[in-house]
């Protein structure tokens, strides 16, 4: 358990609306990252951060911000939902200091009607 | 660029059986691998990783996986299946501290134990 939560764990929302997904870690690791896992595509890196307001933007970026004003928490925002972000949405944080695993939060769930 | 490859979406085995689930990589540098473990309902938990220290590579559960760089894979096995193994299974390659550390990961394995 690398400390890491996610928040809220379930959410259904109707299209159109915004959507605000929160990660936070208690132990101030740099990198954290945003994605999707949706059936048949594995796991889609979305957003990713390595540092205080220092993101970039992953292979499935379009439709979605991210936003991070202090180390423990990352933020990722579906601007105007859409049914295509219907999926489970993991975080994930790399701890310094050894290779590049990752490990990840618990999910969200979200559903868009 | 990194790509992973995972032959068989679906590997179904007898308990007591051999568990091999395929993952094959693309990485135009030394790559670091990893397999990872999904159980129902939950988020990934890493099984082994591979750095480039031993090629043979013991993670938890029982499970293994061997890194053939003249074949681009790294197979993960287990001698006998468990009921608890039951779960669904990701292959992830980085390239080596590149990139800001990104993964790239497989589409997935599930695995089905049968009684």
């Known amino acids: 358990d690398a400390g890491i939560t996610q928040s809220p764990r379930h959410k259904v929302t109707e299209t159109g609306t915004p959507v605000t997904l929160r990660c936070h870690q208690t132990?101030?690791?740099?990198?954290m990252y945003w994605y999707r896992q949706d059936p048949g595509h594995g796991l889609r890196l979305i957003h990713y951060?390595?540092?205080?307001?220092?993101?970039d933007k992953g292979e499935v970026s379009d439709g979605y911000s991210v936003s991070r004003s202090k180390t423990e928490d990352f933020l990722l925002t579906l601007e105007s939902a859409t049914s295509s972000q219907t999926s489970v949405y993991f975080c994930?944080?790399?701890?310094?200091?050894?290779?590049?695993?990752?490990?990840f939060g618990p999910g969200t769930r979200l559903t868009v009607l | 660029a990194q790509s992973v490859t995972q032959l068989g979406s679906h590997v179904s085995v007898s308990e007591g059986a051999l568990v091999l689930l395929r993952c094959n990589y693309s990485?135009?540098?030394?790559?670091?691998l990893f397999w990872y473990v999904q159980y129902p309902n939950q988020g990934l938990q890493l099984l082994l990783k591979y750095t480039s220290a031993a090629t043979l590579v013991k993670g938890i559960n029982g499970f293994e996986a061997e890194f053939k760089k003249s074949e681009t894979s790294f197979h993960l096995t287990k001698p006998s299946a468990h009921m608890s193994d039951a779960a669904e299974y990701f292959c992830a390659v980085s390239d080596s501290g590149g990139s800001n550390y990104k993964l790239t990961f497989g589409k997935g394995t599930l695995l089905t134990v049968n009684p």
């Open positions: 951060s390595y540092g205080v307001k220092d993101t």
């Open positions: 990485s135009s540098v030394p790559p670091y």
């Open positions: 994930a944080i790399r701890v310094a200091g050894g290779p590049d695993e990752q490990f």
């Open positions: 132990e101030n690791h740099r990198y």
